[in-house]
């Protein structure tokens, strides 16, 4: 669980600065672009939090993974960062309207909306996943482009 915490750190800290390079000079508004990224970050920044969360849950229930000996449970523990997983995600289905609405706000003024919401549009992903309580999905090691290993002809 704290690599699923921690690789989702690493992608949401990864996806920042391509939102803070969206320029404002394509026809934006400086201040609605500026509301967009941090709407952006703050969703990033709770979706990694929560993950966080959940993994400490996970680990004071279970105990961590690969643990050699067993670990005896602290349900008050747990139960302390359920509810502060659980208020992270109360947040999470307002902001993630709130930065849709700044993105519709961002293309009725035309230039800008299209380039910002491809941008924006992980952080949305973010903010869904925790609101469904989906893990993100991990990346393959391996290239699904390739051929394959060569096969034995049939007779």
Known sequence: MKAIALFCTVVLVAARPAVANAQSGNGCAPGLVKNINDVASLIDQNASAYWAHRANFVALIFGPPNAAMPVIPDPQAAEQEKSQADAVKAEMPDRVTSLNGLLRAAQ????????LSTVVEPSIKHGKRVNFDQFPPEESLENPTDRGPPQMPKN
């Open 108 to 115: 009725a003024q035309g230039g800008c909306g299209a380039q």
